[in-house]
Each structure stands twice: as C-alpha cells, then as structure tokens.
C-alpha cells in the first residue's frame, strides 16, 4: 500500500475534485465520519458547510485541507468493507479519526486506490501535526502485511522484467505508465537503430508516447532533461510527464546520445531495401495517399510515420523498418525519392501548401498542385526597388505638402485646448 498526503488552503478544492469523478460515474462516496448525517443522506452542502466550518475555526493555520490517496497492488480484489477498514486505521494512525472525513472509491486508474477528503483543524480550532514521512510509510507496510495486500512502499526497479512481446501502447488508466513506458523504452532503446531524437520518437510514437526534452537540453547547453509523455489517439499530450531519471531502464539524454554514436552507420545496409520497397510502391501505386502507401508496405514491415510542422521546424517523414529495426528519415533517401515523396504531397514542404492532399486524403496530385501550389511569378515585370517606392510622385500628388498639413493639425489642437 502506498500513501500520498497532500495539503492544501481550500477544502473545496478536494471536495470538488472528488464530486466530479462521481458525477462521471468514475467514483463513489463509501463513508462519511463524523457527519451530522448517513452517507446515503449527505448532500453536497452537507459536506462542505460542515468542512468549511471546521477549517474557518483557525484563520492562522494556513494549509488545513487534507487530500490523502491510498493506492493499492493491481489486480487486488477488495471490497468496500476492506477499505472502510483500512481508512479508519489510516486515520487513526494520523490522529484525524474524529475529524469530519469523506473516503472516495476511485475507478479511473488500473489499480484500486481511495481518496480521503479531510481537514486538520480540530474541533478547538487547534491544528493537528503530522509524524515524520518515514513513520507512516513503516506503517503503510505493516499494515499492508496485515491485509495480505501486495504492493508495499515505492516502486523499485524489481518490480520490472521488460520483455518485448510486453510492450504495447500507453493507455492512461488503462495500465500504469510507470511500468509501461519502461518496457515500451527497454524494448525500443535496445532494439531498434536511430540517431536522434526525432527518429526515437517516429518509433515511440507507434506506442502512443513522446520524449519531450526541455528547454536547451542537449550537448551544447548546460540543461539536459528529459520528460516522456502519453499521447492520446489524437496525438495531444495527456497525463503529467515522467522524468526520465525515475525509469529503470533510465533513458536519459546521456544514454540517448550513447546510443546515436554507436547508431552511426549501423543503418546504411539496410537503406537499399527500403528506398526500393518504396519506390516501388509509388510507381505501383501513381496517386496514393499516405494511408494506402502504409497498406503496402505493412507486408513488407514498412511503416510511414509523419511529423507535422511545428513553430520552427518543419515536417518530415520517418520509415520504420521492423524487419532490420531502423528508421530512416526522408534525408536518408536518394534524392530523386525524395523528389517523389514531395511531388506526392506526404508532407508540407515549406512555402507551398504541398501538404493538402494528405489532409483532404482524394484527389490527383497534379489538380492538388494546381488548386494550392503557389502562383508562378509575373514575367517580365521587375518588382520596385525601394529606393522607387520612397521617391515615387503619385499623380495628382504634387501639390501637396506633409509639412503643411502637419501645421494645419497642430494649429487646430491648440483651438481646442484654448
């Protein structure tokens, strides 16, 4: 079992937190102590007018609302009972068993886990004080060992056997990311060939996750972190981040730029094959969108991944060979595919919108150019020069004078103001 205490200034924000997951049919109320009412009964005024009382008794105190979590194993089957037990002893233990508490059951997460609402102001207005972290946590584990609960204290790098075949898409709430993302990375780092980040994460991103390094992070800059996310189906970041110091497997950017080095010309074997599988596809297929180009490579363990333009990078395309397990950016190609690839519209080239096809996803490519490529220049028309612009007299123009018009305003003001 692991507990996590949080304190807070406002009462309400806990409370709301936790009302909203039951609005979503994501949690549910199973006790209430020391509540004026039954839990069946309570309502939502109930809950807080009685804790916003308690807490309005010592203005001095400043974090006086508690948020506790319980967090038990996977696959634990335990009843409501059981955590009504576990609660009261927790509290207990914590010197908050005659304070107004409200344990919530989540079931947003792949492990079962309560949510404890409370405040640490007593009935006298006197604020209670917490043991040492370390106390709670001894407890935490005895008590777990009491229970027959599994999972005691914080994760350790034994908890982990990294498999392959174990590796499958982050789901958030569906699998705990901690785990999941250190097999998906274990599997990855050591298996496949890259030689940046962006090629990592042509890769990763098959597995719905992201390495995201922060501001300056690598060799030529003093800060060098490394956060991984989940992606949701629509490719937006979800959850928090993890620090790539807290995975087992630790993918830092230091064992990241190890594995560039050794990388380094590892790839060019297989670069052959792929340009030929592709090429062949496009002469097959005259026309195809990315998505029928992904249908026929699958066979072949070719998969098409797309970068999208961002603020001050622009798009690309990665090959992912899962049969030599490299990835191959569209620098990689010979420059007569490359041409292919643009002239095919798979990606947004900068200063053209050759990118549309792959949005509308029909239509030929040559009308594609035609309805958004960029107009041809003008021939025979030379543009102005800037020294024209400024010195050029418009007609009718001649006569008149900034200067004048200039005086004629000031005079005007000074009217106004006398």
Request: charged share 25%; proline share 6%; glycine share 6%.
């Amino acid at each position: 079992m692991v507990a996590i205490v949080k304190k807070g200034l406002q009462i309400s924000e806990a409370l709301n937190y936790n009302e909203k997951k039951v609005h979503q049919g994501k949690a549910v109320l199973i006790h209430a102590a020391n509540f004026t009412k039954d839990t069946s009964q309570l309502s939502y005024h109930d809950k807080i007018g009685i804790l916003q009382k308690r807490t309005s008794l010592n203005e001095r105190f400043q974090k006086k609302a508690l948020h506790i979590t319980l967090n038990f194993s996977p696959g634990t089957p335990i009843r409501d009972d059981q955590l009504k037990a576990i609660a009261s002893e927790y509290l207990q233990h914590l010197d908050l068993h005659l304070q107004p508490c409200l344990v919530y059951r989540h079931f947003d997460a792949s492990h079962p886990h309560i949510h404890i609402v409370s405040t640490s102001i007593r009935r006298d207005g006197s604020a209670i004080t917490f043991p040492l972290k370390a106390s709670y946590t001894d407890f935490c584990n005895d008590l777990a060992e009491r229970m027959g609960l599994s999972w005691k204290g914080p994760v350790t790098s034994q908890y982990y056997v990294p498999r392959p075949e174990d590796a499958q898409r982050v789901r958030r709430g569906k699998k705990l990311f901690l785990p999941a993302a250190n097999r998906i990375l274990d599997t990855v780092t050591n298996r496949y060939i890259f030689t940046s980040l962006d090629e990592l994460n042509a890769v990763l991103g098959l597995y719905q996750l992201k390495a995201c390094p922060t501001k300056k992070a690598f060799s030529e800059y003093p800060y060098r972190g490394l956060l991984y996310r989940a992606l949701n189906e629509n490719g937006k970041f979800e959850g928090l981040p993890l620090k790539a110091s807290l995975l087992p497997c630790k993918p830092t950017i230091d064992h990241l730029e190890r594995r560039f080095e050794e990388n380094q010309g590892r790839k060019t074997p297989y670069l052959g094959r792929v340009q030929t599988m592709v090429d062949f596809t496009l002469l097959k297929n005259p026309g195809s969108d990315l998505s029928s180009l992904n249908r026929e490579l699958a066979p072949r363990g070719i998969q098409c991944v797309v970068c999208p333009p961002q603020k001050k990078k622009a798009g690309n395309l990665y090959f992912v060979d899962h049969e030599s397990r490299c990835v191959f950016s569209l620098s990689d190609l010979k420059a007569s595919l490359q041409e292919k690839i643009h002239r095919a519209g798979f990606i947004e080239v900068p200063g053209s919108r050759l990118g549309a096809k792959l949005s509308s996803g029909s239509g030929d490519t040559e009308d594609a150019l035609k309805k958004h490529g960029p107009a041809p220049p003008r021939l025979g028309v030379k543009p102005p020069d800037g020294l024209d612009i400024l010195t050029r007299v418009e007609p009718g123009s001649e006569n008149t004078s900034p200067g004048k018009e200039f005086k004629s305003r000031k005079k005007n003001k000074n009217r106004l103001i006398h």
